[in-house]
């Protein structure tokens, strides 16, 4: 190499080796963060030497709150911390709180809350996905699969009065019965969303830039994947089948005929793919529920636990004092403690009650699948680029209301 | 397994070590001390037959003033927290809870992140809310609340209409100044 000749009396700048890295913020209100969580990169370049994250943000005191109201009125709470699929988490509640006092729901009310579980499990995915393809650049997706959630809402809006925060299940069934005509609109929902999905699906998993921007991007291994505890599509993506609705089958999951999609390689591309083929199946458990919905009551036959009709209220004096203990004493369980789980859209969700026999909960824990999710995340950010953080974390589907609760 | 069997098995392999065993709700756990802790879910993971190879989560639980009646004999606990691990197999899809019996929060219970690296932050999560000290673990700090806050909300002692003061309070928006003028 040619030393550059330097006029007389000065010296050659030494060329230095040592390079300094820099820590950038990311959140806690940032666009990608799709919530409130706080990151922190050590940067080397564009490359993350380190990773740190911070949560709490979005942090209300769900279980301190659960513990000072009866057992109904945790219900709209709990749809409250996940906003994605809020009538999952209510069912869940209700499912565990019955549970707790040994009753069952009727049939025809299992079959109403897979219908609207697998609907807020569609629902989910159409924000996981449709939000990280924004984030990835890809805004036509978004509005595809905004379409598809939108004809869900309208359907809870139809089933509740509310789109999102539908306060739909009750312990020991659901509060009203399907409105009609609605089972058709149903069908046409999802005749409608199959052509949606598979169009964005061939829109992506072709798509040369997405390709780049997921494929084996942050990676994770089935040893990593146990080890953090991580459940639902972000397990099942790195090769390993774990899904309750098969294994420990719950509101008659096992009457319906349906595949649990694995991928193998556990990286932000097989995340994403992997919500698609979920999506396939919902679909497919949502039509076979409807074929098989059976007749029969919505509400479990028990004065402890329901409130009674209405117009027996006004005109019979049992009913007006049932109506007025239950709401004023509530539903009482017995002693006892309970750790109740449903498979939610992002993996297993626990509730963990215990009772100590009064209407109130002495204790309710929640296991979010979130939080063991992202409690892996900076591990995972180790050696990627600034601009993986944005897919790596659309992926794994933090719902910051349910991680911080 | 049933969870009734991996009772029998716990109390064939550690006799008196286990204080209490219960079943409600159809679940079965088993209560233990703190200093058992480790050897305890470390059989529950490598024993060929049982294999709880994740730990599912990990909640306390604050029993002061529980059964505060005085109906129930039984229901007087001689120590205030207990901390519950809720494990899962992932080869044989099978449950079970163990529970840590902590007399206050002056003992420390053993973390651990060194086995399931999930432990990190829900361990965080019960020293928060509890106060409770886990030892080993890498990083004991506020997960939920933040550094500043005083005491640990999920205490039954802690009064849930509780107000916490900002250390710096957020009073500059407003100024004196014509500052839009």
């Known amino acids: ?405 | 397994m049933d969870q009734s069997q991996i009772t029998d098995r716990l109390k064939a392999r550690f006799g008196e070590r286990i204080l209490s065993t219960y079943a409600l709700c159809g679940q079965e756990a088993v209560t233990i001390l703190p200093a058992d802790l480790v050897e305890v879910l470390t059989f529950l993971r490598d024993e060929p037959e049982l294999r709880f190879n994740m730990l599912m989560d990990v909640g306390g639980v604050d029993y002061l003033g529980y059964g505060g009646d005085g109906e129930d004999e039984d229901e007087v606990r001689s120590h205030r927290f207990e901390i519950a691990y809720q494990m899962f197999s992932y080869d044989l899809r099978h449950r079970y809870r163990v529970k840590v019996a902590v007399k206050d929060d002056s003992v420390e219970v053993p973390s651990l992140w060194e086995i399931w690296r999930g432990a990190n932050w829900m361990e965080r999560e019960v020293y928060d809310m509890f106060g409770i000290r886990f030892t080993g673990h890498p990083n004991l700090r506020r997960i939920l609340n933040h550094d500043d806050f005083v005491g640990h909300p999920l205490r039954k002692d802690y009064p849930i209409t509780k107000r916490q003061k900002l250390s710096r309070p957020i009073d500059h928006l407003l100024t004196d100044k014509q500052e839009w003028a």
């Open chain 1, 1 to 405: 190499m040619n030393t550059p000749k330097l006029p007389a009396g000065v010296e050659p700048v030494a060329q230095s080796e040592v390079t300094e890295t820099l820590v950038v913020n990311i959140g806690p209100s940032h666009p990608i963060t799709h919530g409130t969580l706080r990151l922190q990169l050590e940067l080397d370049g564009e490359t993350i030497l380190r990773a740190g994250a911070e949560i709490g943000y979005l942090h209300r005191g769900y279980e301190k709150q659960s513990e000072t109201v009866f057992y109904n009125m945790v219900v709209p709470y709990a749809e409250r911390m996940n906003y994605c699929s809020t009538i999952h988490n209510a069912s869940a509640w209700c499912y565990a709180v019955e549970q707790l006092m040994g009753i069952e729901a009727p049939a025809r009310a299992q079959a109403i809350r897979v219908i609207t579980s697998e609907m807020a499990r569609i629902t989910d995915h159409c924000v996981c996905l449709g939000a990280n393809m924004v984030d990835l650049g890809a805004l036509t997706n978004f509005w595809y699969l905004n379409n598809v959630r939108e004809k869900m809402l309208f359907l809870f809006q139809e089933l509740s009065g509310a789109r999102m925060m539908t306060n739909y299940p009750r312990i020991g069934g659901v509060v009203q019965d399907l409105p009609d005509g609605w089972i058709t609109k149903l069908r046409q929902a999802m005749e409608d969303m199959q052509g949606l999905v598979g169009d964005v699906k061939s829109l992506v998993s072709n798509n040369r830039i997405f390709i780049d921007r997921t494929q084996g991007v942050c990676p994770t291994t089935k040893e990593r994947a146990l080890n953090f505890g991580w459940t639902g599509p972000c397990l099942r993506s790195t090769g390993l089948s774990m899904d309750l609705r098969k294994d420990q089958p719950y509101w008659g999951y096992e009457r319906y005929d349906f595949k649990v999609p694995v991928y193998q390689n556990g990286d932000t591309m097989d995340r994403l793919l992997i919500r698609f083929d979920e999506m396939e199946e919902s679909r497919k458990i949502i039509l076979q529920a409807l074929d098989k919905l059976p007749d029969g009551p919505h509400l479990v036959d028990d004065h402890l636990v329901v409130l009674p009709e209405k117009d027996k209220v006004y005109n019979q004096m049992e009913a007006l004092i049932n109506h007025f203990k239950l709401v004023m004493h509530g539903v009482r369980p017995p002693k006892g403690e309970i750790y109740s789980f449903t498979e939610s859209p992002n993996g297993e969700l626990g509730f963990y009650i215990i009772s100590d026999g009064s209407p109130r909960a002495w204790r309710v824990r929640v296991r979010p699948p979130c939080f063991a999710n992202y409690s892996a995340f900076p591990q995972m950010l180790q050696g990627a680029m600034v601009a993986d953080v944005a897919a790596a974390l659309g992926s794994i589907n933090i719902i910051a209301g349910e991680l911080d609760r």
